[in-house]
């Protein structure tokens, strides 16, 4: 087909125009997002999904006499907010189901080291036969033992690629147990119970929580921009009157700068309430901006009608 041809030849051009230790970075998030496709591939369909939307946003800005600047900047700003979402959010769900299949893992290798299988043996043996992203992860690790890193370095690599403090303390413990000729099947099936033990206050907090993330998220996504919306509407109602003021021609500039701030500060709170990072605020922060904006729209523009003003 046209867009398999085109996509191939896109990812060719890619390969031999863009560094390839930029290339490399990125396959890295891609793969701690479970996506296996080439990087060059990726980059392709997404310079592919910009022609597309350039073309189709253009082609309603004209029969529809809108701005065209507006049309590109939509074009190109819609698909790269959608693959940067899609990408966090796939990120976050991996990692959440491996920390969540660690506990089970653990207790499984510790109960492999009873019966007398090295280490080593027991990571390559449980490697061939698991399957999920947290297997994925430890054929990476097996694979990079064989090509010569030590066992250490593997996990610490694994521990950096999956931005887990409770992961990386616990591979810590279990390689400093492994050193230090220990019970290394007492000490793991111990970070087992405590990470299964972590796992469950993190949900408890999670779920003693939601009604105040509701409350925030309602109040960001609807009742801010709808009120903030209205004040645009009086403006306008106000200066058709012709009793309108500088304070009215500025108002809508002015909540719309306010709506974006708030909106970025609900998503970094809720980050910060739910998972006590604000590093992932990001992730709510896009979204609830967008949906914030696009109901303020809708009330700015069409409140005037709507109310019969």
Do not use: W
């Not at 206050?201 to 960001?220: G, N």
């Not at 909540?255 to 990001?282: Q, T």
């Amino acid at each position: 087909m046209f867009i398999e041809d085109l996509i191939i030849k896109t990812s060719n051009m890619v390969e031999n125009k863009i560094n390839p230790s930029v290339l490399i970075r990125f396959q890295e998030y891609l793969l701690k997002a479970g996506i296996f496709t080439l990087a060059s591939q990726i980059i392709a369909i997404i310079l592919v999904v910009y022609l597309i939307f350039l073309i189709l946003f253009v082609l309603f800005s004209l029969i529809l006499s809108l701005n065209i600047g507006y049309a590109i900047i939509l074009a190109i700003f819609i698909p790269t907010i959608a693959f940067s979402l899609i990408l966090f959010m796939k990120m976050e769900k991996r990692a959440s189901e491996i920390e969540n299949s660690i506990p089970d893992f653990l207790r499984q290798l510790s109960s492999m080291l009873r019966v007398g299988l090295s280490l080593e043996n027991a990571l390559i043996d449980m490697s061939e036969h698991g399957k999920g992203p947290l297997y994925d992860e430890l054929r990476r690790v097996v694979v990079e033992i064989r090509m010569g890193k030590s066992l250490d370095e593997s996990f610490n690599n694994m521990a950096i690629r999956l931005n887990s403090k409770d992961l990386e303390r616990s591979f810590k413990i279990i390689l400093n147990a492994h050193k230090s000729g220990g019970s290394l099947s007492d000490i793991i099936l111990d970070v087992s119970d405590d990470l299964r033990a972590i796992l469950v206050l993190k949900r408890e907090r999670k779920a003693s929580v939601m009604m105040s993330i509701m409350f925030l998220f309602i109040a960001s996504t609807f009742a801010a921009p709808f009120a903030l919306g209205m004040v645009g509407v009086y403006s306008s109602f106000m200066i058709e009157l012709g009793k309108g003021s500088a304070i009215c021609e500025v108002a809508p500039l002015a909540a719309e700068i306010y709506l974006i701030i708030h909106s970025i500060c609900a998503g970094f709170l809720i980050a910060l309430i739910m998972y006590g990072d604000l590093k992932k605020g990001l992730r709510y922060s896009i979204p609830i901006t967008v949906s914030a904006f696009g109901v303020f729209y809708l009330v700015n523009n069409f409140g005037l009608g709507f109310f019969g003003f």
